[in-house]
């Protein structure tokens, strides 16, 4: 079977992408190795001790993103890096063409009671007249990208990524190579399971409370249908189920914060997430909007997240139709 490489070639994706997208995996690879050996690595957790070798404990996703940074900014195709762990961009080869973001390892405060954690990524082209280093160069609308995905290091190390030709899942096999398992990931246009935290129901928008009461009124409700509830609390892990089996995975905006549009990321997060939910025929959206037609506006900033089956994902749509002028929407334009 091909691996990460041929398969990318059998696209005909540009030659400097596939070597961008193999530099990428190669690291996915190295990142699941020391996280397989968990605890014995002498560095999860999250502390600033000294580990066995004396040494100052870092933080795993800190390592992660080391590893990727360095890996990504010797290439010469590759203008600048984001990243979740960097406060700004990072400037790479001033004939870059490529953007590269990242979340090095969303999740990681699941490490510790060894639960999936993940690795998610997405490409941009640089702008013309713009640097790798400004801020404003990666500003583009999550329809930009050129391609996105994510390891997810469970129980198989997997890998799912599209360039815009459906989303191909490759699994790390015994020689450690990614090796294709799915060719085309297709999300059923309909689900009885939904993944929210459902600890934060009195905080939610209104609209929100009554579609998820409606969920859990099961058969006994307008829905007509019982349903499922999942929640890792890993977006990755959530995700990865949703590309596989259907579904709904939700993280919306609440009063928690007002002037926050959602609790997870726009630009690594977010849009690398859409981008493969779309190309698998689901729908990912802020509950107002699709998230992939978004302008940023800064490198960090916070999205509300619903995606997955296309036929649930309109009647969550449709719950929120009256509420277009809601603080929630304001926020998630
Ligand atoms: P909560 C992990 O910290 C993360 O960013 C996502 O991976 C996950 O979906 C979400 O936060 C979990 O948030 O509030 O349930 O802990």
Known sequence: MPNVTDQLKQQAVDPELVVLLETITNCCQEIAGKLRLGALTGILGVTEDTNVQGETQKELD??????????????????????????????GNANGRFLVLFDPLDGSSNIDVNVSVGTIFSVLPLPAGKSGGDESAYLQPGRA?????????GPATTLSMTTGQGVQQFVLD???Q?????????????????????????????EMQEYIADLLAGDQGVRGKNFNMRWIAS?????????????????PWDDRSPDKPGKLRLMYEG???SLLVEQAGGLATTCFGNILDIQPSKIHQRVAVALGSK???????????????????????
Do not use: C
């Not at 990755?236 to 259907?246: C, E, I």
């Not at 036929?311 to 334009?333: G, M, Y």
């Open 271 to 273: 849009n690398p997430m």
């Open 145 to 153: 990208q050129l391609a996105s995905g994510y390891a997810l290091y």
């Open 178 to 206: 990614f090796t294709l398992a799915y060719e085309q990931m297709s999300i059923p246009a309909d689900t009885k399971e939904f993944s929210i935290n459902m600890s934060n129901q009195r905080f939610w928008a209104p």
């Open 174 to 176: 015994n020689n450690g």
């Open 62 to 91: 800190v390592i992660a993103n080391d590893m990727l940074k360095e890996a990504l900014l010797g290439l010469s195709s590759v203008a600048g890096i984001a990243s979740e762990e960097e406060d700004l961009p990072v400037a």
């Open 311 to 333: 036929h649930e994902i309109e009647v969550l749509l449709d719950a929120h139709k009256s509420a277009l002028d809601s603080p929630a929407a304001l926020l998630n334009r």
């Open 235 to 251: 977006m990755v892990a959530d995700v990865h189920r949703v590309l596989t089996r259907g579904g709904i995975f939700t993280y």
